[in-house]
């Protein structure tokens, strides 16, 4: 069992930034993988990007060039940096993680964090 406590959402103008953070209950060595996901209101959730134990980084079209995902092994936690941000970015956003395999761009969530609520005023 892994918990995520997510933290740094919040309200900003459209072209501010953010950082998120992930915080998990255990090393994050035995963690295959970190995601961020998002769920605008009325719209599926979605993958934003990830990262895998050797820093292996994938994207949303939507986010690349403006999102970056990190992770700190001895901290235990997961970043994403969020620049240029825009009202379409507006949304609640989710740590993943995964113990299984990662093949190609898909990742099988096994635990979810709470959620943290971001939104971005044009």
């Known amino acids: 069992q892994v918990q995520l406590v997510e933290s740094g959402g919040g309200t900003v103008e459209s072209g501010a930034s953010l950082r998120l953070s992930c915080a998990a209950s255990?090393?994050?060595?035995?963690?295959?993988?970190m995601a961020w996901y998002r769920q605008a209101p009325g719209k599926q959730r979605e993958l934003v990007a990830f990262?895998?134990?050797?820093?292996?980084?994938n994207y949303a079209d939507s986010v690349k060039g403006r999102f970056t995902i990190s992770r700190d092994n001895v901290k235990n936690t997961a970043y994403l940096q969020m620049n240029s941000l825009k009202p379409e970015d507006t949304a609640v956003y989710y740590c993943?993680?995964?113990?299984?395999?990662?093949?190609?761009?898909?990742?099988?969530?096994?635990?979810w964090g709470q959620g943290t609520q971001v939104t971005v005023s044009s």
């Open positions: 993943a993680v995964t113990q299984r395999s990662i093949v190609g761009d898909t990742f099988l969530v096994d635990y």
């Open positions: 255990k090393s994050i060595f035995t963690i295959n993988g």
């Open positions: 990262i895998t134990r050797t820093s292996s980084t």
